[in-house]
């Protein structure tokens, strides 16, 4: 590990994990069976799941870590294997800029969740954003072979996407307060946002 990717896991990954996991543990209903899809080393469901109990959670990645938080089974980007209304929710964190055809595994999530989807990702609205963005993603992800396409998109492509599947966006948080001062001038803004997704209908 090199000095960067030393000062992204003291500063930045660890703080991340911590909020992120609060924002979840916020929104997830209770008793709620949950899918954590492209869970990585599962440490964020492990955080969740201490302070939910109540909470079932399984992971799936398309990487399978050597040491995992929870357990994790392999999937291969595309198809979740589950059958529909398998879970209460599925959560996506930072997951979707990673895939080629993000509406693909949105439709995935809809499809196994009986109640709502959650996603934490990136918007491209803000200056620079797209820069920003990639700076952030080879930072954090380069050294762990995960795959980089850096498909950002705008608020306004990720709410027709949702509204395309039938997905109602019940809240959207863009101030997470992922960044300590003076770090979020820069790298929190409006880049990031959680939003909390009810399924509609299920064909």
């Known amino acids: 590990m ?5 000062a992204h896991n003291r500063c930045v990954f660890q703080r991340r994990v911590k909020v992120l996991s ?7 209903p209770m008793n709620a069976r949950v899918l954590d899809v492209g869970c990585g080393d599962g440490l964020i469901s492990s955080l969740i799941k201490q302070k939910r109990p ?7 990645d398309v990487l399978i870590r050597n ?14 294997p589950y059958e529909s209304g398998s879970f209460d929710a599925v959560i996506l964190v930072d997951v979707l800029h990673h895939t080629v055809e993000p509406n693909e595994l949105l439709q995935e999530a809809k499809r196994v969740s009986s109640n ?27 050294h762990q072979g995960v795959a980089l396409p850096y498909n950002y998109w705008s608020e306004r492509q ?14 959207w948080n863009t101030r997470l307060g992922l960044y300590p001062w003076p770090a979020n001038l820069f790298f929190e ?3 990031h946002f959680v939003a909390e997704l009810t399924c509609g209908t299920h064909e």
């Open 2 to 6: 090199n000095t960067l990717e030393k």
């Open 22 to 28: 609060q924002w979840l543990i916020s929104l997830l």
């Open 54 to 60: 109540d909470l079932t959670i399984n992971g799936i």
């Open 67 to 80: 040491k995992t938080h929870v357990p994790v089974s392999i999937f291969d980007g595309h198809c979740i």
């Open 116 to 142: 709502s989807v959650l996603i934490k990702d990136h918007c491209q609205d803000a200056l620079l954003a797209k820069q920003t963005l990639l700076f952030m993603d080879w930072v954090g992800n380069s």
């Open 158 to 171: 990720w709410r027709e996407a949702f509204g395309n599947l039938d997905l109602s966006v019940h809240s």
């Open 189 to 191: 803004r409006s880049l």
